[in-house]
């Protein structure tokens, strides 16, 4: 069974940083994917940020671009999002989600950090 535990969400004001991580454990594995999605309050949950191991590659969702960014230790099966800048539509409940194949077919989701940003 795979765990996904989340931390770094709070409360910041309009302009400041957080920094979310999410530490993947339970198995003996390298996740191929690891992602953050967000959910704001009445609206879908959606993309922020993903990087894949065997490219290293990462993708930001447009609103983020130039503001967040995404990185992983495979050592330690974690992954960060560096969010500076931050404005009030940042506010959300922020997910991660890692897929332990390019099939996308053997995915996990943790539970969520509040992210609140104030003005």
């Known amino acids: 069974q795979v765990q996904l535990e989340e931390s770094g969400g709070g409360l910041v004001q309009a302009g400041g940083s957080l920094r979310l991580s999410c530490a993947a454990s339970g198995r003996s594995f390298s996740p191929y994917a690891m992602a953050w999605y967000r959910q704001a309050p009445g609206k879908m949950r959606e993309f922020v940020a993903g990087?894949?191991?065997?490219?290293?590659?990462?993708r930001l969702a447009d609103s983020v671009k130039g503001r967040f960014t995404i990185a992983r230790v495979d050592a330690e099966n974690t992954a960060y999002l560096h969010m500076n800048n931050l404005k009030l539509e940042d506010t959300a409940i922020y997910y991660c989600?890692?897929?332990?194949?390019?099939?996308?077919?053997?995915?996990?989701w943790g539970q969520g950090t509040q992210v609140t940003v104030s003005s």
């Open positions: 989600r890692i897929s332990l194949n390019p099939q996308d077919d053997d995915a996990y």
């Open positions: 990087i894949v191991r065997a490219a290293n590659s990462t």
